[in-house]
């Protein structure tokens, strides 16, 4: 069979990203958007490490850090942001959250 | 072939098989020892000194009838006690009971954070099993148990990192060989990081005084109110499996491992005969003990007073203990 | 041999958890897909011998996002809600059409680079002062990379005060 070359890490990668891209701009619930951002930050992760493993070049891992430190604190505001407008309005569903104010 | 994967096969077998047989005997441990402190005996019909109740309790259990809700989501009724055993024994794999390469599965190089990472999936199995229960008590219970499950794994996390900054490394015989080269064990200069990894670890393992999600006088069972036969047996067997985890930690960390007292000093040599597993299931033996005595001997923590202890007194002093051990390592 | 086989039967974990993510109805068993996604990511880590990477992913991604996702989940009490997919409003079809045509780019760019075998940019043989993959990533993030380390210690912080505000109850 085909050696696996860091082309196989970026394909998958590719892939895992345009599955989050699908499921921001299809799905109308707001904590299902959440968590295809996560899969599309992840996918950038196998791609960064992947290309720290053949350059030998620890950089990248560096990098990866950073997003999964960015990734946490995101996760945290966003949910906060839910959790803000949920105790108003009583929905998840971002169709309905298309008001500034009530 | 033989060496990578039939030998850490057999390994493997033998480790779990030894700690579910360890888990049984710790219930009766408790029981028992709980009883002695009552100025009872505990279990004494079975066996001789009601030694058997281990093995017979299992059975009483398996054979129990299986019941699960009408309304409850059947797949992840299922799946939480799973999720809340296997992280349990999973973190076995990386703990070294023994000086030679028989005595442990695999030493990764990044060994404590590997044991952190995985008790941290243990929340699961707690959170979902009040949200498949589908019933308000243990949907309540599971939300304040995963909450302190996850403030105390703050707490013990920070504290683990003065304990890597005073071993230099992050694998589990790394820092034990840390200790034999120094020449102490290293409750002798992280006193307080023992104590905090103490504390956490109980408040971790839903262990009294911090099982107010547990406990039967509170939420009517907790979390595993809805859970029967098999299923409930996963959960005990798991929060047992936890506390032997927390002990073997412990050991490893600050008690030497399978070292004896003073391993350098040539004058006590003559303990050598007693071989390193010895010493390392004895000190084992010993943190348990003290986990039934302290369950024995103090009242519950109140919920609130519990998020209190985790949040605004133990991080603070780990946070202060890592700063004081990278000032000491920096200046020695 | 073994590593093709670990690295297809991975890929074929990874995308179709991720697929399951994107398409379960119930918020609940979506989560606990995306938590099984992010250990097979872990096990992709630990062959690319990014070991450090891999147990800071369950640690922090699996352990500690995904969790407060659940509780989140929880406290909104979301049931398996029936979301119709087919509704006139949710130009789906639109959506589909921009996530091919994003996957498209990046098969554009994949094509583009490999093609032309560059030379690989030299990485300065930088000589390390220690061994092993956490020690030589610690000694980056000390030295090379201390200011974006102070700067994500600061955002993670606001970040905390951020949540902590947006979430408490009005009393």
Not at chain 1, 67 to 95: M, W
Not at chain 2, 203 to 212: G, I, L, Q, S
Not at chain 2, 247 to 261: C, D, H, I, M, T
């Amino acid at each position: 069979m085909m050696e696996i070359t860091t082309v196989h890490y970026t394909v998958l990668s590719a892939a895992l990203f345009s599955i989050g891209v699908i499921g921001v701009l299809v799905r109308r619930n707001i904590i299902i958007i959440f968590m295809a951002i996560e899969l599309m930050l992840n996918a950038v992760n196998i791609n960064l490490v992947a290309h720290a493993h053949r350059l030998e070049n620890l950089v990248g891992e560096v990098f990866v850090v950073f997003v999964i430190a960015v990734a946490a604190a995101e996760a945290a505001v966003g949910l906060g942001i839910i959790l803000a407008f949920f105790r108003n309005k009583e929905t998840v569903n971002i169709d309905e959250m298309n008001v500034m104010r009530w | 072939m033989i060496d990578t994967i039939v030998i850490p096969l057999l390994k493997i077998a033998v480790l779990v098989n030894g700690v579910l047989v360890a888990v049984t005997f710790t219930v009766l441990m408790e029981r028992k020892v709980i009883a002695w402190a009552q100025s009872r005996l505990g279990p004494m019909r079975v066996g001789p000194y009601g030694i058997l109740q281990a093995i017979v309790d299992p059975i009483k259990l398996i054979l129990k009838e299986d019941i699960t809700p009408a309304k409850a989501d059947k797949w992840m009724f299922t799946l939480a006690p799973i999720l809340s055993l296997v992280p349990a024994l999973v973190v076995f794999a990386v703990v070294p009971f023994g000086g030679d390469e028989l005595f442990y599965v695999t030493d990764i190089n990044v060994g404590l954070l590997f044991i952190i990472a995985v008790t941290s999936i243990g929340v699961y199995g707690i959170i979902l099993a009040g949200w498949a229960s589908n019933s308000k008590y243990p949907l309540l219970a599971s939300l304040r148990a995963s909450a302190q499950l996850i403030s105390y794994e703050i707490a013990v996390t920070m504290t683990l990192v003065s304990v890597i900054l005073t071993a230099g490394t992050l694998s589990m015989i790394g820092i034990v060989e840390a200790q034999q080269e120094a020449g102490f064990w290293f409750f002798f200069v992280q006193p307080v990081a023992f104590v905090l990894v103490l504390i956490g670890g109980l408040a971790e393992t839903n262990r009294a005084p911090f099982d107010m999600p547990e406990a039967e006088q509170e939420l009517t069972g907790g979390f595993h109110t809805e859970y029967s036969g098999m299923r409930f047996s996963m959960f005990f067997l798991a929060e047992y499996a936890n506390m032997l985890v927390i002990s073997a930690v412990v050991v490893v960390l600050f008690w030497g491992g399978w070292l004896r007292p003073f391993p350098n000093v040539a004058a006590l040599s003559f303990l050598d005969f007693i071989p390193s597993w010895v010493w390392f299931f004895g000190k084992m033996f010993g943190f348990l003990y003290l986990f039934i005595w302290i369950r024995a001997t103090l009242p519950r923590y109140r919920y609130d007073q519990l998020m209190r202890l985790g949040w605004k007194v133990l991080i603070p002093i780990a946070i202060g203990n890592i700063v004081v051990t990278a000032v000491v390592k920096v200046l020695l | 041999m073994a590593e093709t086989i670990g690295f297809y039967t991975l890929s074929v974990l990874i995308l179709g958890l991720a697929v399951l993510v994107v398409t379960a109805k119930n918020t609940v068993h979506s989560i606990l897909f995306l938590v099984m996604n992010f250990l097979c990511v872990a096990v992709v880590y630990v062959v690319l011998q990014a070991e450090f990477l891999a147990v800071i992913q369950v640690l922090v991604y699996a352990g500690g996002i995904v969790v407060l996702y659940l509780i989140v989940v929880m406290l909104v009490n979301l049931k398996g809600e029936a979301e119709a997919h087919q509704d006139p409003r949710r130009l789906s079809v639109i959506g589909l059409a921009l996530a091919g045509a994003v996957l498209l780019e990046l098969a554009g760019i994949l094509v583009y680079s490999s093609g032309s075998d560059a030379t690989v940019p030299s990485s300065e043989a930088v000589a390390f002062p220690v061994q092993g993959n956490v020690e030589e990533l610690g000694w980056l993030l000390y030295t090379d990379y201390l200011i974006p380390f102070e700067v994500a210690s600061v955002l993670l912080l606001v970040a905390m005060i951020g949540a902590i505000l947006l979430a408490r109850r009005e009393v």
